[in-house]
């Protein structure tokens, strides 16, 4: 069974930081495209950024650029983002997903919520 | 940027027949994936490729597109299919979501 099971969200001061992890099983990880995406409360889905395969290619939302980075550990099945000089509206349910053969969203974690506030 | 626009809301009578619409510029050029998200949960992917059923998902989901809109049609609705749908395509390497519709089962 394919699962994508989340970590590392919590709250945080505006301009800190924080790292999020996926960790992948059921699948052949290394073989995927991989995506973070973001639920502001209240609001609806926003893609955020995605990685290929290798981790040499990457795409961001503009609103996150410079400030947050995505990676992979292929050895470890993992993917993670890193988020830095958060703002408020950066507050959201943070959800990892994998790309499908037809870059189709088909598999998400459960969720990391991240919260920005003094 | 690239826009997707869906209604904020949809209602269905028990049984019935209900379409969601996704508009976009030339969205004939871009495949369209369907996403259902109940309250408190991930969202769950329901068709792709416009079209396409994945597998576990009931055949009274379809996916189509018409002119310039891409339709999501549930047929004979129950009351579990309540939830907020979201359109999605690819534009240029990024992710665009429409804006969601909250779909009510009367």
């Known amino acids: 069974e394919m699962q994508l099971v989340q970590s590392g969200g919590g709250l945080v001061q505006p301009g800190g930081s924080l790292r999020l992890s996926c960790v992948a099983s059921?699948?052949?990880?290394?073989?995927?495209?991989m995506n973070w995406l973001r639920q502001a409360p209240g609001k609806g889905l926003e893609w955020v950024a995605n990685?290929?395969?290798?981790?040499?290619?990457?795409h961001y939302v503009d609103s996150v650029k410079g400030r947050f980075t995505i990676s992979r550990d292929n050895a470890k099945d993992s993917l993670y983002l890193q988020l830095n000089i958060l703002r408020a509206e950066d507050t959201a349910l943070y959800y990892c997903?994998?790309?499908?053969?037809?870059?189709?969203?088909?598999?998400w974690g459960q969720g990391s919520l991240v919260t920005v506030s003094s | 940027s690239y826009e997707l626009t869906q209604p904020l809301s949809v209602s269905v009578a028990l049984g019935q027949t209900t379409t969601i619409t996704c508009g976009g510029d030339?969205?004939?050029?871009?495949?369209v994936q369907w996403f259902q998200q109940k309250p408190g949960q991930a969202p769950v992917l329901v068709i792709y490729?416009?079209?396409v059923r994945p597998s576990g998902v009931p055949e009274r989901f379809s996916g189509s597109k018409s002119g310039g809109t891409a339709i999501l049609t549930i047929s004979r609705a129950q009351a579990g299919d309540e939830a907020d749908y979201y359109c999605?395509?690819?534009?240029?390497?990024?992710?665009?979501f429409g804006g969601g519709t909250e779909l009510t089962v009367l």
């Open positions: 059921g699948f052949t990880f290394s073989g995927f495209w």
């Open positions: 030339n969205i004939g050029s871009h495949s």
């Open positions: 990685i290929n395969q290798d981790g040499n290619e990457t």
């Open positions: 999605q395509v690819w534009d240029s390497g990024s992710g665009v």
């Open positions: 490729r416009d079209s």
């Open positions: 997903a994998k790309t499908g053969h037809y870059w189709d969203l088909d598999y």
